[in-house]
């Protein structure tokens, strides 16, 4: 009888981690300012967990034109996003749009990035949720992988 329960409970206890990540996290829109190179930029960003995530072409909008820049594209053959750096960023972003406010669920996304630099080509894992569509990451994992640094004043 004791091993009916033990095995019940530790049923109980594994499936109750699945729900509570099935879920998502609380992602609240940050208020934090972002200035690149000294100048003030209008960026959304969300706070998950404490840290703050930014979307990608957001991103590569702000330090377009800096040794930082790189492009952001897709790969359908090997259904990845893709960052070529050292590359001007021409796409779309959402740089200087009224900021979003609240809290939204975010749900974890796929943080598989392919990253080419000078006909190289590597897979990275970075931390990424989804939000209303659209993949959100880390933004110190952005600054390593692209070669730029990120601070706190």
Not at 6 to 11: I, K, L
Not at 89 to 98: C, E, I, Q
Request: with cysteine.
């Amino acid at each position: 009888m004791k091993k009916i329960i033990a095995f019940f409970m530790t049923t109980v206890i594994v499936c109750s981690m699945g729900v509570t990540t099935a879920f998502g996290a609380t992602a609240k829109a940050s208020q934090d300012k972002v200035a690149v190179n000294g100048q003030q930029i209008k960026m959304q960003a969300y706070n998950i967990n404490g840290y703050n995530y930014f979307k990608l072409r957001d991103v590569a909008a702000a330090v377009n034109h800096s040794p930082a820049s790189f492009y952001v594209g897709w790969d359908a053959q090997k259904q990845m996003i893709t960052m070529d750096l050292g590359f001007p960023y021409d796409g779309s972003s959402d740089l200087g749009k009224p900021f979003v406010t609240g809290t939204k669920t975010a749900n974890p996304g796929n943080g598989d990035v392919l990253v080419m630099k000078n006909g190289t080509e590597k897979v990275v894992h970075l931390s990424a949720y989804n939000i209303d569509g659209h993949n959100y990451f880390k933004l110190r994992d952005l600054g390593e992988v692209a070669g730029f640094e990120v601070g706190w004043d």
